[in-house]
C-alpha cells in the first residue's frame, strides 16, 4: 500500500478553535501532513469533548473523531502565564487557527495585529459566523440560524412552504471549514512567496451564498425570488424528486438531461402524453409518483440496473458506509484507538493520495503537549 503524501509536512498550526467548522478545518490539514496543536481549556477541554456518546472517561466520539492525529495544550487563557507561552511559540507557527466571537483574541493579547508583530509571516485564520465586522458581527448563532439568514434554508421549503430541517452541517463545514482551508492553504503560498501572512476573515454566512448561485442568478436576471418547492431542484420538477415505493423504500431519481428523461420515462412506461414535461408539469409528476408507488424498490433498481437515468435507492448512513463502491475505494478501512473502542475516521475530504488508509492516530489526551511545548524554546 502506497504511503499517503504529506504535502504539509513541517507547517505547525495553533488550533484555538472548538466544536466543527475549525476543528475538521485543522483534521484536514493535520491528514495533509501538519503538525497541530489544539491549545484547550485545562481541567475540561473544550466543549465536543463533553458530548455524548462518550468513547472514553472525558471524551465523547465527535471530539475523538475532530481531532485525530492532533496535539492537545491546556492552558488558562486568562493567565499571563499562558499569553506568554503563546508568544513565545507564535515565532515556529505557521497557521493559527480561531473560532472565537470578534474582539475576544485582541483582549486576550493574542489578536492578529499582536501576533503578526512577532511572526509577520503568521496565516492568522478566524472563522465566525458573521465576520469581523458588521451588524450582526457578535449575533449568537448556529448552522440552522445561518442557513436561514441566507435564504438558503428557504430554498428547501416545501410546496407550503415550510422550511425543512437540513440532515447536515452545510454552513458550519460547507461554508465554514472548506472555505477556511481553502484560504489557508492560499495564504500559506502566498507568505513562501514574500514573507507576508494574511489576516483570513472566514464568515459562514458570506460563504453560503455560493451554495445558492444558481438562485441568485435567477435574480441577476430578473426573475423572482425561487418559489417554495417549485424550482428545478427544489421540487417544481418530475425531473429531480424523491419518490416513494410500493415497500416504503425512496428512490432519488434525477434524469435533469433529456437523454436521461427519456430513459427514466422508457422504464417506467410513462405513458406518451406525459412526457413532455413542459406541457404540464403537476400532471407528470402525479402520474410518476403513482408509477413509481405501485412496485417494490428492489424491483425499480432492477428495472434501472445498467441504464443511464440518474436512479438510486435513498440509504442510510449504516447502508451506505457498506456500500461496495465505498469499501473498495477505502474509505471506511481505517481503524483509531479511542480508549477501550477502536473507531472507523471520519473520510476526510481530501484527494485519497493525502488520506492515511489505515487511520491510527489517535485523539490527544487533554494537555498531552504540555511538557513537551510549555518549554519549547
Same mark, same amino acid.
Given at each position: 500500500?502506497?504511503?499517503?503524501?504529506?504535502?504539509?509536512?513541517?507547517?505547525?498550526?495553533?488550533?484555538?478553535?472548538?466544536?466543527?467548522?475549525?476543528?475538521?478545518?485543522?483534521?484536514?490539514?493535520?491528514?495533509?501532513?501538519?503538525?497541530?496543536?489544539?491549545?484547550?481549556?485545562?481541567?475540561?477541554?473544550?466543549?465536543?469533548?463533553?458530548?455524548?456518546?462518550?468513547?472514553?472517561?472525558?471524551?465523547?466520539?465527535?471530539?475523538?473523531?475532530?481531532?485525530?492525529?492532533?496535539?492537545?495544550?491546556?492552558?488558562?487563557?486568562?493567565?499571563?502565564?499562558?499569553?506568554?507561552?503563546?508568544?513565545?511559540?507564535?515565532?515556529?507557527?505557521?497557521?493559527?487557527?480561531?473560532?472565537?466571537?470578534?474582539?475576544?483574541?485582541?483582549?486576550?493579547?493574542?489578536?492578529?495585529?499582536?501576533?503578526?508583530?512577532?511572526?509577520?509571516?503568521?496565516?492568522?485564520?478566524?472563522?465566525?459566523?458573521?465576520?469581523?465586522?458588521?451588524?450582526?458581527?457578535?449575533?449568537?448563532?448556529?448552522?440552522?440560524?445561518?442557513?436561514?439568514?441566507?435564504?438558503?434554508?428557504?430554498?428547501?421549503?416545501?410546496?407550503?412552504?415550510?422550511?425543512?430541517?437540513?440532515?447536515?452541517?452545510?454552513?458550519?463545514?460547507? &461554508?465554514?471549514?472548506?472555505?477556511?482551508?481553502? +484560504?489557508?492553504?492560499? %495564504?500559506?503560498?502566498? $507568505?513562501?512567496?514574500? *514573507? @507576508?501572512? /494574511?489576516?483570513?476573515?472566514?464568515?459562514?454566512?458570506?460563504?453560503?451564498?455560493?451554495?445558492?448561485?444558481?438562485?441568485?442568478?435567477?435574480?441577476?436576471?430578473?426573475?423572482?425570488?425561487?418559489?417554495?418547492?417549485?424550482?428545478?431542484?427544489?421540487?417544481?420538477?418530475?425531473?429531480?424528486?424523491?419518490?416513494?415505493?410500493?415497500?416504503?423504500?425512496?428512490?432519488?431519481?434525477?434524469?435533469?438531461?433529456?437523454?436521461?428523461?427519456?430513459?427514466?420515462?422508457?422504464?417506467?412506461?410513462?405513458?406518451?402524453?406525459?412526457?413532455?414535461?413542459?406541457?404540464?408539469?403537476?400532471?407528470?409528476? &402525479?402520474?410518476?409518483?403513482?408509477?413509481?408507488? +405501485?412496485?417494490?424498490? %428492489?424491483?425499480?433498481? $432492477?428495472?434501472?440496473? *445498467? @441504464?443511464? /437515468?440518474?436512479?438510486?435507492?435513498?440509504?442510510?448512513?449504516?447502508?451506505?458506509?457498506?456500500?461496495?463502491?465505498?469499501?473498495?475505494?477505502?474509505?471506511?478501512?481505517?481503524?483509531?484507538?479511542?480508549?477501550?473502542?477502536?473507531?472507523?475516521?471520519?473520510?476526510?475530504?481530501?484527494?485519497?493520495?493525502?488520506?492515511?488508509?489505515?487511520?491510527?492516530?489517535?485523539?490527544?489526551?487533554?494537555?498531552?503537549?504540555?511538557?513537551?511545548?510549555?518549554?519549547?524554546?
Amino acid at each position: 500500500m502506497t504511503a499517503p503524501r504529506k504535502p504539509l509536512a513541517g507547517v505547525r498550526v495553533l488550533d484555538f478553535s472548538t466544536l466543527l467548522p475549525g476543528p475538521m478545518a485543522t483534521l484536514i490539514l493535520a491528514e495533509a501532513g501538519a503538525e497541530v496543536i489544539k491549545v484547550e481549556r485545562p481541567g475540561t477541554g473544550e466543549d465536543m469533548r463533553q458530548y455524548p456518546p462518550m468513547v472514553t472517561e472525558d471524551s465523547g466520539v465527535n471530539f475523538a473523531l475532530l481531532n485525530r492525529g492532533k496535539r492537545s495544550l491546556a492552558l488558562d487563557l486568562k493567565e499571563n502565564k499562558s499569553i506568554f507561552v503563546i508568544n513565545r511559540l507564535i515565532a515556529n507557527v505557521d497557521v493559527l487557527v480561531e473560532q472565537f466571537r470578534p474582539g475576544v483574541m485582541d483582549r486576550l493579547g493574542l489578536g492578529w495585529e499582536a501576533l503578526s508583530a512577532i511572526n509577520p509571516a503568521l496565516v492568522y485564520c478566524s472563522i465566525t459566523g458573521w465576520g469581523q465586522d458588521g451588524p450582526k458581527a457578535l449575533l449568537a448563532a448556529h448552522d440552522l440560524n445561518y442557513m436561514a439568514e441566507t435564504g438558503v434554508l428557504n430554498l428547501g421549503a416545501d410546496r407550503a412552504g415550510d422550511p425543512v430541517l437540513p440532515p447536515v452541517l452545510v454552513a458550519d463545514i460547507g &461554508a465554514g471549514t472548506f472555505p477556511s482551508v481553502v +484560504s489557508i492553504l492560499l %495564504a500559506l503560498r502566498e $507568505a513562501e512567496r514574500t *514573507g @507576508v501572512g /494574511a489576516h483570513l476573515d472566514v464568515a459562514m454566512g458570506d460563504n453560503l451564498f455560493a451554495w445558492a448561485y444558481w438562485a441568485l442568478g435567477e435574480r441577476a436576471v430578473g426573475r423572482p425570488d425561487p418559489r417554495p418547492g417549485g424550482e428545478l431542484v427544489t421540487g417544481g420538477s418530475p425531473r429531480y424528486q424523491v419518490y416513494r415505493c410500493a415497500d416504503g423504500r425512496w428512490l432519488a431519481c434525477a434524469p435533469l438531461e433529456q437523454k436521461f428523461w427519456v430513459n427514466f420515462c422508457r422504464v417506467i412506461d410513462l405513458p406518451e402524453p406525459l412526457r413532455d414535461d413542459t406541457a404540464d408539469p403537476t400532471a407528470t409528476l &402525479a402520474a410518476v409518483r403513482r408509477i413509481i408507488a +405501485s412496485r417494490p424498490s %428492489a424491483e425499480w433498481l $432492477a428495472a434501472f440496473d *445498467g @441504464v443511464d /437515468a440518474c436512479v438510486t435507492l435513498v440509504k442510510s448512513i449504516g447502508e451506505a458506509a457498506n456500500d461496495p463502491h465505498f469499501q473498495a475505494r477505502g474509505l471506511f478501512r481505517g481503524a483509531m484507538p479511542a480508549g477501550d473502542a477502536v473507531l472507523t475516521p471520519v473520510p476526510p475530504p481530501i484527494a485519497p493520495i493525502y488520506r492515511d488508509p489505515e487511520g491510527g492516530q489517535g485523539f490527544p489526551a487533554l494537555g498531552d503537549a504540555n511538557d513537551d511545548l510549555i518549554g519549547e524554546q
